[in-house]
């Protein structure tokens, strides 16, 4: 008789002993364990599988794909979602979590809003109410004007703009699209000085060549630039500035460059294609101040009345108003009218009267317009004011360093100063200016 032979049991992994649900499910979305769906994802169709069982029970939209009348039979399609977010999607889906950061957090939130996923789009929506910053704000800006996500890129637009300088100094910026690009230069909103903006213009237009694999020549960042070079306002450039650093960069002709330099001298002439308006959103900009007096002033030392004081620059400036003495001994009220010109020729009104109340020994007149001050040209500020006798100032000085040293202020004597108001002593103990 023939014996039989016992076989061993078939080895079982009890691979799911001691696991949580979510870390069952991550572990068969890793193994491609029993997967029945295939999405090929981004420009490059690339396949990542997953169940159908999972996608159903999470979302209403899966559930029509795979059950309903039009059911996708094993292959799905999203294009424009980029693989490595799309699995950070998945791994929602399967385990209630996934790790949000500036990269994906708006593909996220498309992509909840195209499967009906509300809770992960709750999740995106506390992620950039927390985390949406200045450093990231293109990054993210990019990824909702290719989603559609119009509330996100008013928003994140917004903060660009606002924070125009530091948006465009930003990595993000770098790798912005050139429409985007387009936007923003254009816009009047954009609170940058102008030098600013070219640098980042021209920054962008040669990292753009690097990515296409074209040398970096004027003529190409030309022509990745296209219209969007005149968009920068080319006008309001420091000369030294258009000799040098535009000159460098090759992106203006010798004859475009001479045109602006003759339309500086001659702003009656014509400018086009250039845009030589101030943009609104420079008012934005922090604003610098030049104290000319000691920090203590003198008691009750001035009186209402016409007040001149004369002062050049080392550097253009943009000059946007000037701070004054108020009342030693209590709140008043102050009627301020604003003079300027060239030295003690006939000054201009620039700024009507009106009323300031005095409430903490000083106040601002800051002006609607800015006013362009030209390095080493004289100019004469005289103010009318009408009120109570005010503080004085003492210890003033012919010279003020600015700005570790960028801007000097020079100040010396008006002869239209009627009221005690000097280089070393007086009312107008500040101006307040914009770096050009």
Not at 87 to 116: C, E, G, M, W
Not at 140 to 146: D, G, S
Request: charged residues 25%.
């Amino acid at each position: 008789m023939a014996t039989s032979v016992l076989q061993p049991a078939e080895f079982v992994d009890n691979w799911q002993a001691g696991k949580t649900l979510a870390e069952c499910n991550l572990r068969m979305f890793d193994a491609e364990d029993s997967c029945d769906v295939t999405f090929r994802v981004g420009s490059s169709g690339d396949e990542i599988k997953a169940h159908s069982y999972v996608l159903i029970s999470r979302s209403c939209v899966f559930h029509a794909m795979f059950t309903g009348s039009l059911t996708e039979k094993n292959s799905v399609s999203v294009p424009e979602i980029a693989p490595k977010h799309f699995r950070q999607f998945l791994l929602y889906l399967y385990t209630d979590d996934t790790d949000i950061d500036a990269q994906n957090v708006t593909a996220l939130l498309y992509a909840s809003r195209k499967y009906a996923i509300t809770a992960l789009g709750a999740k995106c929506r506390k992620f950039l109410k927390i985390n949406l910053s200045v450093d990231n704000a293109c990054v993210i800006l990019e990824a909702a004007y290719r989603f559609d996500e119009n509330l996100l890129y008013k928003k994140v637009m917004t903060l660009v703009n606002n924070n125009g300088e530091k948006s465009l100094q930003s990595s993000g910026f770098m790798a912005l699209s050139q429409e985007l690009v387009d936007k923003i230069v254009e816009s009047d909103d954009l609170a940058a000085r102008e030098h600013v903006i070219f640098t980042a213009v021209n920054n962008w237009a040669e990292a753009q060549c690097k990515r296409q694999g074209r040398e970096v020549t004027p003529e190409n960042k030309k022509s990745i630039l296209g219209e969007t070079l005149m968009k920068v306002r080319f006008p309001l450039l420091k000369p030294t500035f258009l000799g040098g650093e535009v000159k460098a960069s090759g992106l203006l002709s010798d004859s475009e460059r001479l045109k602006i330099f003759d339309y500086r001298d001659n702003p009656g002439n014509e400018i086009h294609p250039f845009n030589a308006k101030q943009r609104p959103a420079y008012n934005k900009l922090p604003f610098h101040d030049v104290c000319r007096f000691q920090p203590q002033p003198m008691f009750n030392g001035c009186t209402s009345g016409r007040h001149s004081i004369s002062f050049s620059t080392s550097t253009d400036v943009m000059l946007i108003g000037y701070e004054l003495y108020g009342s030693p001994i209590f709140a008043d009220i102050y009627s301020v009218t604003s003079y300027l010109g060239d030295e003690d020729a006939v000054l201009n009104c620039i700024h009507d009267a009106k009323d300031y109340e005095d409430l903490h020994d000083t106040f601002d007149v800051l002006w609607e317009k800015p006013v362009a001050i030209r390095a080493g040209q004289w100019y004469t500020l005289e103010v009318d004011m009408c009120g109570y006798h005010t503080w004085c100032g003492t210890g003033g000085r012919k010279h003020v360093v600015c700005d570790k040293g960028s801007v000097i202020f020079h100040f010396r004597n008006s002869d239209l100063s009627k009221n005690g108001t000097t280089v070393f002593e007086g009312q107008i103990p500040s101006l307040f200016y914009r770096l050009g």
